[in-house]
């Protein structure tokens, strides 16, 4: 229950931060929104005119008529106007928490266990129904405050009665929104939960797909995927019921008006009012206080669905930044130290690493062995700075590693995992994502150092072939020497290898290690492998339990 109104009180903080960003900017829109409404009221004061000439009492003519055609030509335009401002602070807000959020969830890294399907819907779904809190709820509800009390104003000056009924049906709609709205917010967060259960479930089967195929499992998922989507639309027709209740009590109110108007001025038709032309001003008056009021009851709506996305997305935005030492300049050389360090990533189960102490001097590879689980790329892990040790000491160069922010610490080392992930771009372009201001000269002595160019020769379009999703297939050997050429391009200190041979048939490996023995020499590299020929690579530390069973001698 605490936690549900911490979620709470975080979610309006956001929404009230992110309200005080855009206040600067939404003064334009609130500008036009008013003028809109003052030209409302001047349009039905020359149309009350125009009505009570036609019922035989005034002397309205083509001027007024010709006056109401421009006054809603210039409430077309400014209509346009307040739509394109609205939507540029809307767009320049979305810009500014998307790249906070990217900006956290990069940071997290691996380490954050949320599901892709989730971590996409944060940053486009949900940041997407901020917008609508933004640019549709806050000048409403500024509107909704305004405009009656103008349009009520208007009326007061033909008729203190009519001024009157107005005021009271515009009180009352926060009153029947506050009713008719009730459980509104918590029916969007249920709804958003449910949208997440099925992006998250949808991206994850097709990204296994072929699997699902091979154990023919494709029609259990369909079911299963149907049930989610069923989920869905029972909670999406939830939130649409509210939102058909406020808006049909608006409408009530709105009746209610119109019709408390005519009866104080039903004698208009019996040619005895003392002012036709005030009382038919007074009646059209309705549909200038009910406009702006009807805009705040449907942005009502976007208030509801912004404060289910505000809950998910201020835990993410409310994360720091990790801070920590920058460093001056790169190191050439880098001695690495482990003494007594210890990792856990959950209480309840033993330690990932338990007291590990070694050192690894530039020049030198070390190869960690053991079984699975055993805690080798955990230690990988905390010298990327995806994890902080609780204890022990992580030297480089005899100081502190976690006194280093995790992008700096990153910036020493080059990584190789079991599958590199290419991209849906050229082979250049993908050796190139290691160092974007590299020249196309390094690029491609680095391709050449790991041996890309023997293979991308082969290939109609060498270097400039378009390879990732929909791209040109690379091999898994193929595809573990672009990464080997990253590493090659990146250019550190520091080497850092997780099983880099995995899935490569004998062959292969082979000469994927001949690479990346060059690449490890005259660098401090350290290395995850089960494999018997990976660990010639340099000196074996044997891991187990998350302790350092001992050395062995290379090949043992
Ligand atoms: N994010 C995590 N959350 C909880 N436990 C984890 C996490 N990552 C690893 N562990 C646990 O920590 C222990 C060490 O894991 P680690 O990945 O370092 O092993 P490993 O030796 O590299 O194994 P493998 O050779 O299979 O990759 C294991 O018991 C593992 O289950």
Sequence with gaps: ??????RGDAASALLRREARAARGRLGLPLGLGLAQVILGIAQAWLIAGLIAKLLGYGAAGWPALGAVAALALVSAGLGVAQERALMATGEAA?????????ERLLAQGAEDNRGVGERAALV????????????????????AMAAPVLVAGAAFTVDATSGAILLVAALLVPVAMAVTGIGAAQASKRQFAALD??????????????????????????????VAAEDLRQRTMRVLRVAFLSSASMEALAAGAIACLAIRHGAVLGQNHPDPAGAIFCLLLVPALFTPLRAFSQAYHERSAANGAAAELAPLLATEPPGGLVLEEMPRKLVVSFQDVRLTYDPTRPPALDGVSFRA???????????????????LRLLMGF?????????????????????ELRRLSSYVGQRAHLFRATIRENIALARPDATPAEVESAATAARVTDFAKALPEGLETLVGEGGFGLSGGQAQRVAIARA??????????????AHLDPGTEAEVLDSLRRLCTGRTAIVASHSRAAQRLGRVLEIAAGRVAGPRMAGE
């Design 361 to 379: 001097v530039p020049g030198e590879t070390v190869v960690l062995a053991g079984a699975s689980g055993a805690g080798k790329s955990s230690i």
């Design 197 to 226: 259960m099925l992006s998250g479930r949808f991206l994850d089967r097709m990204r296994g797909l072929p699997t699902l195929v091979l154990f023919r499992r494709q029609e259990a998922e369909a079911q299963a995927l149907g």
């Design 124 to 143: 486009v779904d949900r940041i997407e129904a901020l917008e609508g809190f933004l640019t549709r709820w806050l000048p409403a509800a500024a509107l």
């Design 1 to 6: 229950m605490a936690e549900v109104r911490q």
């Design 488 to 501: 090659f391009l990146r250019d550190t200190p520091l080497v850092l290898l997780d099983e880099p041979t």
């Design 387 to 407: 994890r902080r040790p609780d204890s022990g000491r992580i030297s480089l160069n005899g100081q502190d590693a976690t006194q280093l922010t995790p992008a």
């Design 94 to 102: 979305k810009a500014r928490l998307r790249a906070a959020a990217f």
